[in-house]
């Protein structure tokens, strides 16, 4: 059983198209998040959601909205996409952030962007 | 000054000795330390976590902590080539904040 899955593992579209990404969690965790990784490899926050509600908001363009429909699920939109959000994508699930120091992060398997 | 520093390597080490990756962070107030391995076109997995001074030993790995100098280390004894990946040190504040990474090769 995949613990936390994301659709789809690869995205190739043009620049200006509005693209989704999908994520499921079936640990049973409160706690939700999106990271984008670079060319570079940094792994950076983008949101997390805590039993559907936002906690963290990095400064992110407007462009990219979040989404949880209930506590297993966390969707990115992003309208308008350029050429610089081409990166991985990581959804990321935990127990719940704001309890425990330790809280450790389980990552899914990235989907690849790729903005033409 | 970034929040997370590690040296981006590549470092390279031989089968069977020991590799040593270095993590300096900035914020003072930092409670949790996690270190990450990350095959290339994978995820990043959790390997260690410690969040007490001194040293947590599992298995091959053992993570050190040092929060008066702010530096969290991680050695892996007894390299092996499947040792190779990507180590991504991470602290928690409010959120985990990642430096960039330390890419380590484990020659045959």
């Known amino acids: 059983d995949t613990a936390v899955s994301q659709t789809p593992k690869y995205l190739v579209t043009q620049m200006g198209n509005d693209k989704s990404i999908k994520c499921e969690q079936n640990?049973?965790?409160?706690?939700m998040y999106w990271y984008k990784q670079d060319s570079k490899k940094f792994l950076k926050i983008m949101f997390s959601?805590?039993?559907?509600?936002?906690?963290i908001n990095e400064t992110v363009p407007n462009r990219f909205s979040p989404k949880s429909p209930d506590k297993a699920h966390l969707n990115l939109h992003i309208n308008s996409l350029e050429l610089g959000d081409s990166a991985v994508y990581f959804c990321?699930?935990?127990?719940?952030?704001?309890?425990?120091?330790?809280?450790?992060?389980?990552f899914g398997p990235g989907t690849r962007l790729t903005v033409l | 000054q970034k929040e997370v520093e590690q040296n981006s390597g590549p470092l390279s080490v031989p089968e069977g000795a020991i590799a040593s990756l270095n993590c300096t962070y900035s914020?003072?107030?930092?409670?949790?330390f996690f270190w990450y391995r990350q095959y290339s076109g994978k995820s990043p997995e959790l390997i260690m976590f410690?969040?007490?001074?001194g040293d947590k030993e599992d298995g091959r790995f053992t993570a050190q902590l040092n929060k008066a100098s702010q530096y969290v280390s991680l050695l892996i004894r007894d390299s092996q080539p499947s040792d190779s990946a990507t180590y991504l040190c991470a602290v928690k504040e409010e959120k985990l904040v990642f430096g960039q990474g330390t890419r380590l090769t484990i020659n045959p």
């Open positions: 410690i969040y007490s001074n």
């Open positions: 640990l049973g965790h409160d706690t």
């Open positions: 959601y805590n039993n559907k509600e936002l906690i």
């Open positions: 914020d003072r107030g930092s409670q949790s």
């Open positions: 990321a699930s935990s127990q719940d952030i704001r309890v425990q120091s330790t809280d450790t992060q389980y």
